[in-house]
């Protein structure tokens, strides 16, 4: 077992944390100030770096590596801010993997490689306003009319909502109960009956759009289809055992990044004709947020290595997300109070990296499901939610 980074590893990492840190503070400040999304030239120019689907593979227009060194780069871009490390996301752990993985060779050959030029964003909507955890009661539904699929219902929560150029959209498919109805379709934000409400205000986020998305009698093309009813949805939480990968890599840049910006801090500013460093209780702190800073990147990068370039286990994904999920909370909260009243100051930023870090709690599972998901993988049992 070697923890260390390779040679090609660290000077991948080496040329996303100079770009990261030299081309996107200002950047960040400003998608946070505005709450706009990353421009798309952007977009283009992280597509030109090859930053965009590393782990996807070269037919695909991906850079054909593994999932650690995609986290690895997607860490780099986390620490500046998730808004702009979002494409990184959706590229390399977002819903277009399922699409790489599970749709018909037309449609992935049609889609991925354009998300992975940074022609198109594409965003995965899930959940409803009456299924979030328990997604299996969600109602929109997709009819196969012979020729094409008619959708109806309505999305909630979906970043990238009514901001991306496609959605990976979960849907009930067939009248078979619970997840064995669930399938899923690609569905274009230009489709004629798509709308989308209006755009939600969220504690953090900001600079990831997100709003209500309406399907009415949408016709989606049955080249469109990502998976059937039936076995759909177990292949569809199969990739988002790695998108849980990415999730939790989000928490670590956050959470490193408060822990270097806490660490220089507490070297420069003074109480008591001290440096905050100087006193013990701050070192705790510090110390503390290094432990559990190094401790999550271990758990998600043995996530990824266990998968070996497929996609990685519910139990180690899980481990990993919970952790950080819980992690970065922590790490954020004390940033903020070693900093006092300039950590909670939005013009320092420290407190940016709280309401950031919670969200993706949340997002892709709330971390008390996550856990009885650990559970459930450590003694070969499901626990069913509704009995
Ligand atoms: C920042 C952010 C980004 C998001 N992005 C997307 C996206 O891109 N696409 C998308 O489809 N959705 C997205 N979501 C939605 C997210 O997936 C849901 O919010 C999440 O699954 C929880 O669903 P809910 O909010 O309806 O909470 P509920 O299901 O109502 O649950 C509320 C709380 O109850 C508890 N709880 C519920 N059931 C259980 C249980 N069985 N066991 C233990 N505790 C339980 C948990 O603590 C949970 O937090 C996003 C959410 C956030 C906050």
């Not at 070697?2 to 400040?29: C, G, I, M, N």
């Not at 109070?337 to 709690?361: F, N, P, T």
């Amino acid at each position: 077992m070697d923890f260390r980074l390779t040679e090609e590893q660290e000077s991948l990492r080496d040329t996303a944390r100079q770009f990261a840190a030299k081309e996107l503070p200002d950047v960040a400040k400003h998608l946070e100030a505005a709450d706009e999304p990353l421009p798309r030239e952007w977009i283009k120019r992280y597509a030109e770096m090859g930053f965009l689907g590393v782990n996807v593979a070269e037919e695909y227009g991906g850079l054909g590596l593994g999932n650690l060194e995609a986290l690895i780069v997607l860490e780099e871009f986390a620490k500046i801010s998730p808004a702009v490390a979002f494409p990184i996301f959706e590229s390399s752990v977002g819903p277009i993997r399922a699409v790489e993985h599970f749709a018909a060779a037309g449609l992935a050959k049609r889609v991925v490689p354009r998300v992975c030029a940074g022609e198109i964003v594409c965003a995965v909507a899930m959940s409803e306003p009456d299924a979030g955890t328990a997604l299996t009661d969600l109602k929109t539904r997709a009819v196969d009319k012979g020729d094409h699929f008619l959708l109806n219902g309505q999305k909630r929560w979906c970043s990238g909502g009514g901001h991306a150029d496609a959605y990976v959209v979960y849907a009930k498919m067939s009248d078979a109960p619970g997840a064995k109805g669930i399938g899923a379709l690609y569905v274009e934000q230009d489709l004629a009956g798509v709308s989308f409400g209006e755009r939600e205000q969220l504690m953090g986020f900001r600079g990831v759009p997100s709003a209500d998305i309406f399907f009415d009698d949408v016709r989606v093309p049955k080249e469109n289809l990502i998976v059937p009813a039936d076995g759909g949805f177990r292949r569809l939480m199969e990739a988002f055992d790695l998108e849980r990968c990415g999730n939790a890599t989000m928490c670590l840049g956050i959470a490193q990044s408060a822990l270097d910006q806490a660490l220089s801090y507490t070297q420069e500013r003074k109480a008591f004709g001290k440096q905050l460093v100087e006193f013990q209780a701050v070192q705790m702190k510090l110390a503390e947020m290094a432990m559990k800073v190094e401790a999550s990147r271990l758990l998600i990068w043995r996530a990824a290595k266990n998968a070996e370039d497929g996609l990685p286990s519910v139990l180690d994904s899980s481990l990993a997300k919970c952790f950080a999920n819980e992690m970065v909370r922590d790490v954020a909260g004390a940033g903020l109070q070693v900093m006092g009243a300039y950590g909670y100051a939005k013009e320092y930023g420290m407190e940016r990296k709280l309401r950031d870090g919670w969200g993706w709690g949340i997002a892709g599972g709330a971390i008390d499901i996550q856990k009885t998901n650990i559970a459930a993988a450590l003694v070969g049992r499901r626990f069913d939610q509704r009995r």
